[in-house]
């Protein structure tokens, strides 16, 4: 029931896990007020990123209800957690939908740092769920946000968190990719995978780029790729043997899973790493046990949330300096394949997940 006089606003909104775009719907909600350290972002724009479809599905409540910290729960406390501290919970719907994405600060909640930010346009992310960015108005922790130039374009400020600072703290802070050295990317036609790419041509390593059909070899090519496998009708692990001179990979970063993961595992050298970040084939990971210990493997797994969590404020301001730097040499930038108003949401999210896409799809909210 909504009170007389109470100022309404649209936001994107699932009611239960489902796997149907067409079940994502428009409500109608009361504009939120900031609390202190918050601010209110009119927002502009949002990319669809694999993720905001994970959480209309619920693969992260799934994922998570397995994960050690969130067995023995109690009916005091049945909360699934992202965290073993059990500070972030993670939502059930209904919620709203949204993990990033560019806007105006039009309130503050109070705070410097939420005062400071009123009327500059920012990007903000991290968030997602149940409070997620693609509705009129998001209320954001004032730290979640960060002041874009006003040279980047809406479409490329919107994306400037999560794939970035991903692909950033992967090859340079986990995998710690040397010079000369092979790195091996899967689904390398995303976002995410192109910016590896550049990052490879800018830090002198090679970069192999494994993708399921041809929708993005010539621009991988063209970013600088070294090697394109098409594993529609290349077999991965003969081609990485022919490219590597038999000696495989030093690193490999893996979204796909399934049995892809599999071959990829069998393309790491001695002393290879492999990090896991991404499920894109909604399959386990399956491989003989020996595939890991003869070549001494080592195989991580990465969360971009719970691996910020653990660093430490100036660590994070590094890490966001190194990024803003490489935005602005346009390692990161991203390829558009439409744009919807917030309206169409469903087919936004359905145009998301058809294979084949050469460029992200957007949700346009507002106009600067
Ligand atoms: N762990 C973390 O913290 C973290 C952070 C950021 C991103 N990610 C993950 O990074 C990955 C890439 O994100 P993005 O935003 O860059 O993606 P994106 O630009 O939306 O592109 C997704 C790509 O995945 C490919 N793909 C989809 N399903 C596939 C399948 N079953 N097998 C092989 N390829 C498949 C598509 O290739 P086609 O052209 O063949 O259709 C497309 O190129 C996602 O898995 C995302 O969840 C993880």
Known sequence: MIEPGV??????????????????????????????????????????????????????????????WNQGRTAADPRVCFDPGRSNECPVPPYTLGAEGVGIVDASGGGLLAKHLVGKRVAVGGGGPPNGVWQEFAIVNARRAVAVPDSLPDEQAAMYLANPISAYVMVKEVLKVPRNSWLLVTA????????????????????????????????????????VVETDHVDLVTEVAR?????????????????????????????????????????????????LMMPLAQVTGFYLGNWMAQQSPLRLLRLLHAVKRLTAEGVFETDVSGTYPLEQVSAAVAASIKPGRTGKVMLRIGTR
């Open 243 to 291: 490219l590597t001179g038999g000696q495989g990979v030093r690193s490999a970063l893996d979204c796909v899973g399934g049995s892809l993961t599999g071959q990829v595992l069998r393309c790491l050298g001695l002393n290879g790493q492999l990090v896991v970040y991404g499920t894109l084939a909604d399959a386990p990971i399956e491989f003989p046990a020996r595939d």
């Open 188 to 227: 390398a036609g995303s976002a995410l995978g192109k910016s590896v790419v550049r990052i490879g041509k800018r830090e002198g390593f090679r970069t192999i780029c494994v993708v399921r059909s041809s929708a993005n070899t010539a621009e991988l090519a063209s970013l600088g790729a070294d090697a």
């Open 7 to 68: 100022i309404l606003m649209k936001a994107v909104r699932v009611q239960a896990f489902t796997q149907r775009p067409d079940d994502i719907g428009i409500d109608e909600v009361p504009l939120p007020e900031p609390a202190h350290g918050q601010i209110r972002v009119r927002m502009l724009m949002c990319p669809v990123h694999p993720s905001d479809f994970h959480f209309v599905r619920g693969i992260y409540y799934q994922a998570l209800e397995r994960v050690i």
